[in-house]
């Protein structure tokens, strides 16, 4: 998608011995004025690494200086993390919060495979334009058996085709 909107995504290799958490310094060594996105995960699947506070701090101090860069938090495993994690939202660090978009939801939490319900929680500027591109696009996310059903319901209605 980002090459589909003219962006060139810069995928930085993790590796175990870092408990596949994005070191500073390799962010740090690739970020650069035209850069305009930063997507995090924390928690991530399928490692389950999470963000320890200090090393999103460290991530924060290098996107502040870059003042048109966003960053996009998916933090859809919130609730689903082991002792002794914890969680911290990138919006919640200090000067995040106006530069985040927070990608979160209920499905993985509460084992509601297939509902994909989830959210962005971000300023109400960015919530808005994302909005008005989910909108044209959610119809088919839906399981096929519902597209199966309204093909059969409108032909019936509609088409010369029987069934």
């Known amino acids: 998608m980002a090459r589909l909107a003219g962006a ?3 995928i930085l290799p993790t590796s175990i011995s870092d408990n596949f958490l994005l070191k500073p310094e390799s962010l740090a060594s690739v970020i650069t004025e035209k ?4 997507i995090l995960c924390s928690p991530s699947n399928p490692t389950g690494s999470v963000y320890p506070k200090e090393l999103l701090e460290e991530i924060a101090a290098i996107v502040k200086k870059y003042p048109r860069l966003l960053v996009l938090s998916d933090e859809i495993y919130e609730h689903i993390i082991y002792h002794p994690a914890k969680h911290t939202s990138f919006a919640a660090l200090p000067g995040m919060y106006d530069r985040t978009l927070t990608v979160n939801g209920f499905s993985k939490a509460f084992a509601m495979t297939g509902w994909r ?3 962005l929680a971000a300023p109400k500027h960015f919530v808005s334009a994302c909005g008005k591109i989910q909108s044209q696009a959610q ?6 058996f519902v597209f199966t059903s309204l093909i059969q319901q409108h032909c019936t209605r509609k088409c010369p085709i029987h069934w």
């Open 117 to 119: 319900l989830g959210y």
């Open 35 to 38: 850069s305009r996105l930063l």
């Open 8 to 10: 060139t995504p810069v």
């Open 139 to 144: 119809l088919t996310r839906d399981p096929k």
